[in-house]
């Protein structure tokens, strides 16, 4: 096995304690890039669910909505606080970018209790409903769709929570700020696939 | 020992799992206590659980974690480059961020799970060789044949492209290493987690999962605990495809060399764009279908249900919605392996370079224009067939352009038959028999008559054996003497190949006819009609099995003990081979310059790339040095 | 590199004989697969239609498969490295717009054109029947198939298929559990058994006998012996079959009475082929009839403390109640209507004496 083990190039070890830096060939940084090609990765994952909702809902005409109807203004509210919380998620962000650090933290607290408050509201809104995915094909459908989201919304937040704790440890600001931007894309993308989860699943 | 503990490894892996399996418990018999749901200990909720959750801790416990979770803490992180290539063979066993390391990690781990799929087809063999019940009862029987499948699928072929890719991708596009190393290392510390998860099913009560891997509902949703090691394992492995392709998507996106334009990249690196796109968009799907398999299972959710308004069509639709794709993801990356064997073995240029390139990207976006094909009897509305079939046929065009371009690359070159070229040349042939006979399967009459049949088990082996698996052991030869430094032995390399393809074809060609004779697969047991042809194949296909311990024996010896085999033994021009064998630590000096195409051969003073430090050989085409094969 | 001019370009007469060798070739591998006997015997009208289409793909795709063969043993054995050639490179021909426009084309006629074929006998095959078609409900269940001919008088069931030769018969193919697929080699057209939904297929029988049915889709353990067939009979024949059948689903004969001439040995160790009762010795073992399968539990060790009723209750509903170690829905439901009362007693009878040893 001694093949496989790699010869030391000691002639340029003393000037060289790492790899050479990568030549940058795209005007994109690589880790927003990487953040984007999951999104399409998560948004495929969603569209699958949304395959299956086609499917049940207008292929197979099973009843909708499940149970007695849907409690539509509690979702809308829920969108207007996913919503707040992508604004002050941006504002977070171009405070970063400023190095205003009291708008920093002030919102990225904002922004991690819009979520739980959002989350919350979910979570109560589960427990009232009168119907349980056991119920019908269209209810494991809403709690498919409304649970995945559910999910991201819960990743979203840890990724938020790690934001959180570098900015108070004071590892972010305007020359570092990829930490908390790229946690940032994907709170955009949480929010945004609620207003399509909500469009079709609580207004259509 | 509490500090080899406290130490990223694998006992702080196995006293994390331990740990996870206690948390499970915890986890479960908590909510069933807190819900008062009857009895509080409740097995199979503890093991589906167990299943999601303890690969997280073993992998949490190998190390997969550290440096992300210091990050996330708001430690100061200094990445000193500990975990970056390997010292000695134990380096392996552990999680590194080297992609040299990983490539070879890759392979291995894909190798051992190809030999246990190999296994389990030489089982399948057996019970097949005469009518009646040799060795298996049908339900392990049917396990087997799942196993086998899902093995050589997930844990085999998706896999070990990665893994050839990881090694050699990053080199040939004049990149230090990944993108993201440590996402890399996780990547390919979910593999082993999935395949353990997967063999491990035996031993559930029950038996194995055998729903084949389709695993079409209701069959996967009524199924014994079995099933949901699949559905689980599966995604592990799909997470680890997806966060490849990523990576591998972003390393040729943001980390080309200065000159490397899309257009000078070899087709290797085009083949694995094209791949990763395809396995970041369809991939999300398998996850979800099996998803929704675990919650009716788990859960009592409905979605399979027709009792309640479920669809069960909607399982395959989108279950192909992935796995039509996937047939490419299992593809494309060897016709980059093809285009790159061909073009230094032949002394030519590709032929034909953009449109091979051009192709590769048209049957991406073809590949999702066609999953109903095989739902051709599953019930579903007619209508759907006919556009199908045109758009299933209308892939033939690109692939036609791939076969006649890799002809015209061969023609008037100056050939060396040796091993790597022999895969490439038996691959283009039995490849093309392979898509002939997907051509017929797209023509809806003709596949009403023979789907579900042998016809299809013989297409498929065709395509993934004949083809894949053809051009993965192209990619493994070629390569070998830049991962290891030495030569593999030739001759066996030959014997090898010969008796892979006779008997190869020996195996599966009868299979075509039994099909359309009206044997259907996925049977323990058939008509005594079938009995003569049936023997014949599981006689060739023990032989094929033989053949590939002649490889393993090959691979084993020549790593420990074959002759050097230098930098650039095949004279290539492209930037792996201009690195020593196996190449530095960390891959370049200082980044190369990339001046022209790579494959310029013929062309007097064509040059690929500049390195500072040029290894043994001259990077300028036509004048290489003395051939060092021996 | 220059200095290769000795290896040259193609001759005229390179190429004359490259392609006397594809047409040749071609031809002796067309006439080699269209000798082969590829298909089972033609039992419907659809039958003629596909085994023509498969002559015509055979026709179109040896010759493809041929040429790029040879084109690449051409190239391997006329421009193969010779001694001294080791440093030597190719030509440096990057491409050709005009082979690449051909070789796009040419391939694009072909599929064109088959699909179309393809698209036409498609159509031709599933037209819809014409109204007051036969129709056989066709229900699959874990592992058997039971039919059901729709009859001016009723349903008539029987576990053997019953058709009459040269009349259109539509088939409404369902399922009761997971899904199957109904499939009959001879006739050339299958369809799945999707649960909570009827698949159907159209096609007149042309040959008078007894063919295979096959379930081509894996429905579990039991899959490669769903097993069953299907008789094509005269008008006349067939008349007396299902007339005979109505009489049995209709009245049931005594219950009781008959039971002694019905050998319960002979139904446990083969079953009912004629209704499509699967063998119960295919899957268990008992002792006293000499069957050793494991598929199902061994009856001389599970049933040692129950009763005839309770052996009874097993057979006609036996997912009541599962062995643990063994699956719901393995075994057929299907006893209650696919053997007789008196079948069923005879049955009983039979595996109680053997297990409790009172034979």
Redesign the interface.
């Known amino acids: 096995?001694e093949?496989?083990?790699?010869?030391?190039?000691a002639a340029?070890e003393d000037h060289?304690?790492?790899?050479?830096?990568?030549?940058?060939?795209?005007r994109?940084?690589?880790e927003v890039?990487?953040i984007l090609?999951?999104i399409?990765?998560?948004i495929?994952?969603f569209?699958?669910?949304f395959?299956?909702y086609f499917?049940?809902r207008v292929?197979?005409s099973?009843?909708w909505p499940p149970g007695d109807g849907l409690p539509v203004a509690v979702a809308a509210i829920n969108a207007a606080i996913l919503l707040s919380s992508s604004v002050t998620m941006h504002w977070t962000d171009v405070s970063a970018k400023r190095g205003n650090d009291m708008a920093m933290r002030v919102g990225i607290v904002t922004t991690f209790l819009l979520g739980c408050t959002f989350l919350f509201i979910q979570i109560n809104e589960y427990l009232h409903l009168g119907f349980?995915?056991?119920?019908?094909?269209?209810?494991?459908?809403f709690?498919?769709l409304t649970g995945l989201h559910g999910a991201h919304v819960v990743i979203g937040l840890l990724l938020l929570w790690?934001s959180a704790?570098?900015i108070?440890?004071g590892?972010v600001g305007p020359n570092n700020h990829r930490?908390l931007e790229v946690p940032g894309i994907y709170w955009h993308f949480v929010d945004a696939m609620w207003i399509v989860v909500f469009t079709t699943i609580y207004v259509l | 020992m509490a500090a080899k503990i406290r130490q990223p490894g694998w006992y702080r892996a196995l006293a994390f799992s331990i740990l996870g399996v206690l948390v499970c418990l915890g986890l479960s018999t908590g909510l069933r206590a807190a819900f008062s749901v009857d009895p509080v200990y409740d097995g199979t909720s503890v093991l589906q659980i167990s299943l999601l959750m303890v690969p997280l801790f073993f992998l949490g416990g190998i190390g997969c974690f550290d440096y992300w979770l210091r990050?996330?803490?708001?430690?100061t992180v200094v990445?000193d480059?500990a975990d970056h290539?390997?010292?000695?063979?134990r380096d392996?066993f552990k999680v590194n961020t080297d992609h040299k390391v990983i490539g070879?990690q890759y392979i291995c781990v894909s190798f051992f799970f190809m030999f246990i799929g190999g296994l389990m087809a030489m089982l399948v063999r057996a019970e097949l060789a005469s009518p009646g019940r040799q060795f298996v009862d049908p339900n392990t029987y049917n396990g087997v044949f799942s196993i086998h499948a899902t093995l050589l699928i997930f844990l085999f072929v998706i896999p070990v492209f990665a893994g050839i890719a990881n090694y050699v991708l990053p080199l040939m596009i004049?990149?230090?290493?990944m993108?993201?190393p440590r996402l890399n290392a996780l990547s390919f510390w979910m593999l082993p987690v999935a395949g353990t998860m997967m063999l491990l099913s035996f031993l559930a009560p029950g038996g194995s999962f055998a729903a084949g891997w389709t695993a079409y509902a209701p069959l996967s949703v009524d199924a014994p605990i079995g099933q949901a090691f699949f559905t689980i394992a599966v995604q592990f492995a799909g997470a680890s495809s997806?966060a490849t392709a990523?990576?591998f998507?972003?390393t040729i996106?943001?980390?080309?060399?200065?000159g490397?334009t899309f257009f000078r990249m070899p087709l290797l690196v085009w083949a694995n764009f094209s791949t990763s796109l395809l396995v970041?968009?369809?991939?999300?799907?398998i996850?979800?279908?099996q998803f929704?398999v675990l919650?009716?299972r788990a859960?009592?959710?409905?979605?399979f249900?027709p009792a309640?308004?479920?669809?069960i069509?909607?399982y395959q639709?989108?279950f192909w919605?992935y796995s039509h794709p996937a047939v490419y993801i299992m593809l494309l990356p060897g016709f980059g392996i093809i285009s790159e064997v061909l073009a230094t073995r032949a002394r030519k240029p590709v032929f034909g370079y953009r449109m091979m390139a051009f192709s590769l990207l048209a049957i991406v976006l073809l590949g999702f224009t066609v999953w109903a094909h095989h739902m051709f009897v599953s019930g579903m509305s007619d209508w759907i067939r006919i556009p199908m079939m045109i758009t299933t046929a209308i892939i033939a065009i690109p692939t036609g352009i791939k076969i006649f371009s890799w002809v015209a690359t061969l023609w008037r070159g100056v050939i060396k038959m040796d091993t790597p070229m022999l895969w490439a040349v038996g691959f283009i042939s039995m490849f093309t028999l392979g898509g002939i006979s997907g051509v017929m399967l797209a023509m809806v009459p003709l596949d009403i008559h023979v789907s579900d049949t042998y016809f299809i088990v013989a297409h498929i082996h065709y395509v993934l054996f004949g083809g894949s698996m053809f051009t993965i052991m192209a990619g493994i030869y070629f390569w070998f003497p830049k991962m290891?430094?030495?030569m593999y032995n030739e001759r066996l390399g030959k014997i090898h190949f010969w008796l892979t393809f006779v008997f190869f074809n020996v195996t599966f060609a009868p299979m075509h006819l039994i099909g359309v004779q009206g044997m259907p697969r996925r049977v323990s047991d058939y008509a005594d009609q079938f009995a003569t042809w049936n023997m014949i194949i599981s006689i060739s296909s023990f032989i094929l099995g033989f053949a590939s311990l002649i490889f393993l024996y090959n691979m084993i010896v020549s790593?420990?003990s074959?002759p050097k085999a230098g930098s650039n033994p095949w004279n290539s021009l492209t930037i792996e081979w201009q690195v020593?064998s196996?190449p530095?630590?960390?891959?370049?000096?200082?980044?190369p310059s990339v001046v022209g195409g790579p494959y310029e051969y013929g062309v007097p003073g064509a040059v690929h790339a500049i390195l500072d430090q040029p290894a043994e050989t001259p990077v300028a085409a036509g004048v290489g040095a003395a051939s060092e094969e021996n | 590199m220059t200095g290769q001019s000795h290896r040259g370009a193609v001759t005229a007469k390179n190429w004359i004989a490259l392609l006397a060798i594809i047409v040749v070739a071609s031809a002796i591998g067309i006439a080699f697969m269209l000798a082969l006997n590829w298909f089972p015997e033609q039992g419907s009208n659809v039958a003629p239609m596909i085994d023509t289409f498969w002559d015509v793909l055979v026709i179109v795709s040896v010759p493809i498969f041929v040429a790029v063969t040879t084109m690449l043993l051409f190239s391997v054995w006329r421009w193969r490295q010779k001694p001294g050639e080791e440093d030597l490179d190719g030509p440096p021909i990057h491409g050709s717009t005009k082979l690449e426009v051909i070789w796009t084309i040419i391939p694009t006629i072909v599929i064109a054109a088959l699909t179309t074929y393809a698209a036409i006998l498609l159509v031709d095959i599933q037209a819809a029947p014409a109204k007051g078609t036969r129709v056989v409900n066709v229900n699959g269940v874990q592992f058997a198939w039971d039919f059901e001919t729709e009859t001016p008088a009723g349903p008539v069931k029987s576990g053997r298929l019953y058709l009459p030769i040269n009349e259109p018969v539509k088939f409404n193919v369902r399922s009761k559990d997971v899904i199957h697929d109904f499939w009959v080699p001879a006739f050339r057209l299958k369809v799945d058994a999707v649960p909570g939904i009827t698949t159907t297929y159209n096609l007149t029988p042309t040959k008078l006998g007894t063919f295979d049915v096959v379930c081509a889709e894996l429905c579990g353990l039991g899959h490669a012996y769903m097993r069953q067939t299907v008789t094509v009979l005269t008008a006349e024949r067939y008349a007396t079959v299902m007339a005979g059948l109505a009489r049995a689903s209709g009245a049931k004969p005594p219950a009781g009475g008959a039971a002694a001439d019905v050998a319960g040995e002979k139904l446990f160790v083969s079953g009912n082929p004629a209704t499509g009762a699967t063998a119960c010795g295919a899957c268990h073992a008992l002792k006293a009839a000499g069957t050793t399968a494991a598929t199902g539990p061994n009856l001389d060790e599970m049933l040692t403390k129950d009763d005839a009723a309770a052996i009874m209750e097993m057979i006609v509903d036996p997912n009541k109640e599962i062995v643990p170690g063994y699956s719901k829905g393995i075994m057929p439901a299907n006893y209650a209507t696919t053997l007789t009362k008196a079948e069923l007693a005879a049955l009983v009878k039979y595996i109680d004496q053997s297990v409790h040893g009172k034979g």
């Open positions: 096995m093949a496989a083990s790699i010869p030391t190039p340029h060289h304690h790492g790899p050479p830096t990568a030549n940058q060939s795209s994109v940084n690589s890039l990487g090609l999951f399409i990765s998560e495929m994952l569209g699958a669910f395959a299956a499917f049940i292929v197979n099973d009843a349980t995915p056991e119920t019908s094909a269209s209810a494991s459908v709690f498919g790690m704790v570098r108070f440890k590892k930490g | 990050w996330a803490s708001g430690r990445d480059h290539g390997a010292k000695s063979w392996y070879i004049g990149a230090p290493d993108a993201f997806i990523l990576n998507l972003v996106i943001t980390m080309r060399a200065p490397m970041v968009i369809a991939t999300p799907f996850a979800a279908s929704m919650l009716d859960l009592g959710f409905n979605f249900n309640n308004g479920g669809d069509l909607m639709h989108v919605f290891t430094g030495r790593w420990r074959g020593s196996p530095p630590i960390f891959n370049f000096d200082s980044i």
